[in-house]
Every structure is written in C-alpha cells, then in structure tokens.
C-alpha cells in the first residue's frame, strides 16, 4: 500500500460517508506522533510549536503551499511561536483519507 505521503487527494464534494472513528484511529496511526484525532471522530489536530515568530510563519507558509497542491485545506490557528491545525473534511462534516493524506504531508516539512 502506497504511504500516505506519496498519495493525492481526491475531489470530495460530498455525498460520501465519513470515516469512522475506528478507521480515523488506524490511518492517524501513519502519522508522526502529536496528531490527535477527535472524540467525536469529526476532526485531526495537532500542535507545533517554534523558537520565534519567524520559523512560525516559515511552517505556516510551506503548508499553506501543500494545501494548496493537494485543494484541501486545514483551518489555522497561528500564534508567536505557535500554530494550531485542524483537518476536517467540511463538505463531508467529518473525517476522510485527505485530512490524512495531508497531514502527513506536513509532517515532512522540516520543524528546525
């Protein structure tokens, strides 16, 4: 099976059934460790934090390219040294393999 880093997202304009938790659980097991998926199964999140506001900005920017790449986006939430992000596949309210796939796409953005 192809790791989730090498895979595209899909077009998903609704109509398809959102992961369960169980499902969400194994695929967030691909993951780099901090990515919590939610108790409602609904959403992925995780926290980064950085040294100064610089390196911040330097992250949000490298992801912000991926989501656009990939036509999916995570809502943000930024701060000094920090930024906060949440997958959610809104036109499914829920989870779906391209939260996933992205999400270990940012794990490859170097955090230094």
Known sequence: ????????????????????????????????????????????RREFRFRDFYRTMSFVNALAHIANIEDHHPDLEVGYNHCRVQYTTHAIQGLSENDFICAAKIDQIPLG
């Open 1 to 44: 099976m192809t790791e989730l880093n090498e895979r595209k997202c899909k077009p998903c304009e609704g109509g398809v059934v959102p992961l369960g938790r169980d499902a969400a659980q194994a695929l967030a097991g691909g993951l780099a460790p901090g990515w919590v998926v939610a108790e409602d199964g609904l959403s992925l």
